[in-house]
């Protein structure tokens, strides 16, 4: 009898995927693996609002993919069904001024957005106050990625007006939930004195998953988001493999397993094989970056161009280049240089040159050509 060569394959109208939405960075999963005590530290500092007073402030550390977002999403989605308790969370990649973020919080008590000119930040910052005390709701605020606030030298003035709301409106009760993946940040150094005597946070650390914690994740999804035996343990296994590699990210093994999924559509495929996520990992391995490049402004995004095209060049010559392009000075020069450092995108160190004494060095910590063409 003469096997089909067909049998196995995938029709025009099947797909490996039983939900694909399982594999997008925004799902947030039913069942939360590996982080039972961060969840109950976080518990335990937002139990106060719900008996009417300001919960404990908190700082959520980790590296990059560890659940923090996740961790805080749980914890405001269970306030939100059971009390009364008003949530909010604020991407500060996004939001990275103190208007900007009070604006999302306008937007988070009124249900809409506040005008876009001739609102002072004192008057949207009494309007939100004021609509609490007259709720006699508590507010507990999440300032995601709160690094970028930092960056952008907006952290100590934004979190001394949430932290002091309560003397500027007596009966204001908020509370503040910062998340970092910036390992290298320290949250309460860095405030000033004025701000670190009133926010004595909880610390909230969340580790690096390692393997077997990443394959037990990463199999919940696989479980949800592809039909019964698209994926095998030993595909499973080298996903996990790649994830570990990239510093333990979880989005990278979310990513890859859409990615290798779709590679397996277009050979046909009812099953993902090792091939699919080889190939697709090469993308995959890049997720943190282009995140991180979406988010950056124009002239940040002109430097790292140029950055990325001379790179290991002097940082003068450097700056030539910036200069010529775009019109701007030294100044901003040296800001955009400071952040795109802070972020981890370069590397920009002091080095010894013969004959110039001291001279700082710009180097790209990810592939040229991959920047380049995300950028």
Known sequence: MTEDPEEGMLSWDESVFRDEHVFEIDYLPETFLHRDTQMETLKYALRPAVRGSRPLNVVARGPPGTGKTTAVQKMFGELRAQTDVKTVRVNCQVNSTRYSVFSRLFEGVFDYEPPSSGISF??????????????????????????????????????????????????????????????????????????????????????????PEIVDILQERVDRGFHDGVMTAPVLDLVAEYTEE??????????????????????????????????????????????????????????????????????????????????????????????????????????????????????????????????
Do not use: W
């Not at 300032?143 to 409106?169: C, G, I, P, W």
């Not at 970092?180 to 690096?208: A, G």
């Not at 000075?329 to 160190?349: F, H, W």
């Open 122 to 211: 004192k008057k949207l910052f009494s309007q939100i106050t004021d609509q609490l005390v007259a709720d006699d709701r508590v507010l507990a605020v999440a300032l995601d990625d709160v690094n970028y606030l930092f960056y952008e030298d907006e952290a100590s003035d934004t979190l001394y007006s949430l932290l002091r709301a309560h003397e500027e409106q007596g009966g204001a009760k908020i509370g503040v939930l910062c998340i970092s993946s910036d390992l290298d940040l320290d949250v309460i150094d860095e405030l000033d004195t004025r701000v670190q005597s009133v926010f004595r946070p909880e610390d909230v650390y969340f580790p690096k998953y390692d393997q």
């Open 246 to 375: 990239q510093g333990g990210d979880l989005r990278v093994g979310i990513d890859l397993l859409r990615r290798a999924g779709l590679n397996a559509e277009m050979r046909a495929s009812r099953e993902v094989e090792r091939q699919d996520v080889e190939e697709a990992y090469d993308k995959s391995k890049y997720v943190h970056l282009s995140r991180r490049l979406q988010e950056l402004s124009e002239s940040e995004s002109a430097l790292l161009e140029v950055i990325a095209e001379h790179d290991g060049k002097r940082a003068g010559d450097i700056y030539d280049v910036f200069n010529d392009e775009t019109g701007l000075g030294y100044t901003r020069y040296s800001e955009v240089t400071n952040k795109l450092d802070q972020l981890g995108i370069i590397d920009a160190s002091y080095a010894d040159v013969e004959g110039r004494g001291r001279s700082r060095e710009l180097t790209l910590n990810y592939d040229a050509d991959a920047v380049l063409e995300r950028l």
